[in-house]
């Protein structure tokens, strides 16, 4: 098993910036897929970015050139960095860890291929 705490988010005004932090515990997970998702109320969660295990990151059109996702395998933790903040970007973040071990790229984007996921951080960007 596997167990995921998101912090680093709050309250921000448009143009700021946050970093969220998702640590995993339970198991290492260097070798597996991490991504982040949000879900704004009444929204369905969708995919934000995904960085797999060679380091490799995968941005939504939305969030491309604004957030940049890392991982430090020596601390099992991934992060991603937000930048020029907008009210649209307000959710809850949810960080996962993809079923499969070295993932391709190609199966990054659906939340049925992450097994484990945080219990979420909110963050809310005021206008």
């Known amino acids: 098993q596997v167990q995921l705490v998101e912090s680093g988010g709050g309250l921000v005004q448009a143009g700021g910036s946050l970093r969220l932090s998702c640590a995993a515990s339970?198991?290492?997970?260097?070798?597996?897929?991490m991504a982040w998702f949000r879900q704004a109320p009444g929204k369905e969660r969708e995919f934000v970015s995904a960085i797999n295990w060679h380091s490799n990151t995968y941005y939504a059109d939305s969030v491309k050139g604004r957030f940049t996702t890392s991982r430090d395998n020596a601390k099992n933790t991934m992060y991603v960095q937000m930048n020029s903040l907008q009210p649209e970007d307000t959710a809850v973040y949810y960080c996962?860890?993809?079923?499969?071990?070295?993932?391709?790229?190609?199966?990054?984007?659906?939340?049925?291929?992450?097994?484990?996921w945080g219990q979420g951080t909110q963050v809310t960007v005021s206008s």
């Open positions: 996962a860890v993809h079923r499969r071990a070295y993932a391709s790229g190609s199966s990054f984007e659906r939340t049925s291929d992450y097994a484990y």
């Open positions: 339970g198991r290492t997970v260097g070798t597996y897929a």
